[in-house]
T-cell receptor, first 109, second 116 residues
Framework: RKEVEQDPGPFNVPEGATVAFNCTYS??????FFWYRQDCRKEPKLLMS???SGNEDGRFTAQLNRASQYISLLIRDSKLSDSATYLC??????????FGKGTMLLVSP | SAVISQKPSRDICQRGTSLTIQCQVD?????MFWYRQQPGQSLTLIAT?????????ESGFVIDKFPISRPNLTFSTLTVSNMSPEDSSIYLC?????????????FGPGTRLLVL
């Protein structure tokens, strides 16, 4: 079983739509969780951390379910500029991160 | 966050040669890392660059192939030695910093390597 699994997509949505991505992780000892965004031919950039209580940053909402070992990202009112690959990232300790393969999002006019 | 630069940004190399990639940070950081991202794949950690001691390599990566230097808290180099076409990839350095309430990593722009 892969350590961090994501649906690769692509998710094709129109502008203004709401879209959700899920991610599962295998290491129950994982301590911290993140969503990164990677644009084509660019480096990954931190989108948001994911906290146990759930957290929101503008149009983006992240949730963590430790019992089921999954993380979600909800994007409301999608913009064309949201088109990117979204990477689910897990830290199991010692500052090392494990990356999922990413979910591609395409927002169309 | 931090400003991270990498040189070169891209290169095309002949097999059997070696390439050294530099990573420079605008502030002192304890943790620096080197990753590889092959086409269509996610990021794979090569090693943790330790200041003042040998790098810590992940399974499948060895010092002879990927020697790393970390002379101070703002700089590191990764060398890809005796290159083959399978080494064609994007190589990224990252630094560990606080990201909200949790420590996470911020990435340099990457070095795109093509080995012929």
């Amino acid at each position: 079983r892969k350590e961090v699994e994501q649906d690769p997509g692509p998710f094709n949505v129109p502008e203004g739509a709401t879209v959700a991505f899920n991610c599962t992780y295998s290491n129950s000892a994982s301590q911290s969780f993140f969503w990164y965004r990677q644009d084509c031919r660019k480096e990954p950039k931190l989108l948001m951390s994911v906290y146990s209580s759930g957290n929101e940053d503008g149009r983006f909402t992240a949730q963590l379910n430790r019992a089921s070992q999954y993380i979600s990202l909800l994007i409301r009112d999608s913009k064309l500029s949201d088109s990117a690959t979204y990477l689910c990232v897990v830290n199991a300790g010692y500052s090392t991160l494990t990356f999922g393969k990413g979910t591609m999002l395409l927002v169309s006019p | 966050s931090a400003v991270i630069s990498q040189k070169p940004s891209r290169d095309i190399c002949q097999r059997g040669t070696s390439l050294t990639i530099q990573c420079q940070v605008d502030s002192q950081v304890t943790m620096m890392f080197w990753y590889r991202q092959q086409p269509g794949q996610s990021l794979t950690l090569i090693a943790t660059a330790n200041q003042g001691s040998e790098a810590t390599y992940e399974s499948g990566f060895v010092i002879d192939k990927f020697p790393i230097s970390r002379p101070n808290l703002t700089f590191s180099t990764l060398t890809v030695s005796n290159m083959s076409p399978e080494d064609s990839s994007i190589y990224l350095c990252s630094v560990g910093l606080a990201g909200g309430l949790q420590e996470t990593q911020y990435f340099g722009p990457g070095t795109r390597l093509l080995v012929l």
